[in-house]
Nanobody, 126 residues
Framework: QVQLAESGGGSVQPGGSLRLSCVPS????????MAWFRQVPGKRREGVAG???????SYADSVKGRFTISVDNAENTLILQMNSLKAEDTAMYYC????????????????????WGEGAQVTVSS
């Protein structure tokens, strides 16, 4: 059983930056895949960025070049650094954990993830 402690989120103006963190209750090194998803009411959950245990990453086209997913091994923390934020980035952001090691091509598919954080609201507006 894995639990995810998610923190971060907030309100920023377009062009601003925000950093989300997710701390699992067990070593990230023992987790197959981790990712960040986001969801707007009435829409399907969207994969934003994912990282495989081998270090491979995957990003949604809409965030490439602006968002970076990384792992801070010293703090056992999954991080999503969001720069150059746009209004369309506004959503509830969730970290997710998959116990099994899935192919890299599935990192942004919600169906592979077993555990989810409670979500952090990110609002980008003028």
């Amino acid at each position: 059983q894995v639990q995810l402690a998610e923190s971060g989120g907030g309100s920023v103006q377009p062009g601003g930056s925000l950093r989300l963190s997710c701390v699992p209750s067990r070593a990230i090194s023992s987790i197959g895949c981790m990712a960040w998803f986001r969801q707007v009411p009435g829409k399907r959950r969207e994969g934003v960025a994912g990282v495989h245990s081998d270090g491979s990453t995957s990003y949604a086209d809409s965030v490439k070049g602006r968002f970076t997913i990384s792992v801070d091994n010293a703090e056992n923390t999954l991080i999503l650094q969001m720069n150059s934020l746009k209004a369309e980035d506004t959503a509830m952001y969730y970290c997710a954990c998959a116990t099994a090691r899935w192919p890299d091509g599935l990192l942004l598919h919600a169906g592979i993830y077993d555990v989810w954080g409670e979500g952090a609201q990110v609002t980008v507006s003028s």
